[in-house]
């Protein structure tokens, strides 16, 4: 039977083979390590497997998906990179990811990545498919807007919107928007949103991560006027500034409330 430190030697040999150049390390956001395991070699290797499929078929068509194995020891994986990014950057964001996984959970059967460009999760257990709201993690701002009352509507209002979009999603399930809020001084401002389900879910998983995201939010957040929120099946987030793919075409508007947003 092959130990662990021989699975441990091939997996970066052969990923070795698969890993273009570096991602920037601000790429990565969060990282989850779930179930434990000790002493179990084909566990491992199934992991292994399910890791190399993602990392060396993603890129082709933006996620993938792989399971390797038989009975308990059976191991899911999925894999994504955000619109936007080339097969190069995409590569390289899930082979990072990849390490990432092995590096800080290894002994963990079920692990989740999320980056910037990309997300990766494997489990011993099959998930896909199955909203999980799990959070991962929450950031928050420090700035408080003036009116707190109106401030919270507008979010309310344009996270319902960004949520139906990313759940309407064909591919890629992700929502954005902009529409004109009140600001910390009491004028008019913009708010930015985005929601994001991984590409497994349908439109009801996805509707119903996003609601359990957007609770976590509150709870988590509070009166700040920018929140980050991201859990094992999906993420969104809310600022007074524009910031990733919100340069990207807005295809739905809604003139009365001058809310634009768009999907994937």
């Known amino acids: 039977m092959a130990s662990s430190s021989n699975h441990h030697q091939l997996f970066l040999v052969l990923l070795a083979l698969l890993l273009p150049i570096a991602i920037n390390g601000a790429d990565f956001i969060a990282l989850n390590c779930a179930e434990n395991f000790t002493g179990n070699a084909i566990l491992q290797g199934n992991i292994n497997s399910v890791l190399l499929n993602l990392v060396a078929n993603t890129s082709a068509y933006g996620f993938a998906d792989s399971s390797y194995g038989t009975g308990s020891d059976t191991v899911y ?32 059967a079920d692990t989740s990545v999320w980056q910037h460009s990309c997300f990766l999760r494997y489990s011993n257990k099959n998930f896909t498919g199955q909203p999980d709201s799990t959070k991962i993690g929450a950031w928050y701002s420090d700035d408080k807007p003036a009116d707190q009352q109106a401030y919270t509507r507008a979010v309310e209002e344009l996270l319902g919107a960004v949520g139906s979009a990313a759940a309407w999603g064909e591919n890629r399930k992700f929502g954005w928007g902009v529409m004109d809020s009140p600001n910390f001084k009491g004028s008019v401002g913009k708010l930015f949103a985005m929601a994001q389900c991984t590409w497994d879910l349908d439109q009801d998983a996805c509707t119903k991560c996003l609601a359990d995201a957007r609770k976590i939010r509150k709870e988590a957040c509070g009166d700040r006027a920018g929140c980050y929120v991201i859990t094992e099946s999906c993420a969104l987030r809310i600022d007074t500034s524009a910031f990733l793919f919100l340069n990207a075409p807005l295809d739905q508007t809604t003139p009365a409330r001058s809310i634009a947003v768009g999907s994937l």
């Open 77 to 108: 994986g999925i894999s994504e990179c955000r619109e936007g990014a080339n097969a190069q950057a995409c590569s390289a964001c899930v082979s990072d990811s990849a390490l990432k996984a092995h590096a800080s959970c290894p002994n963990s």
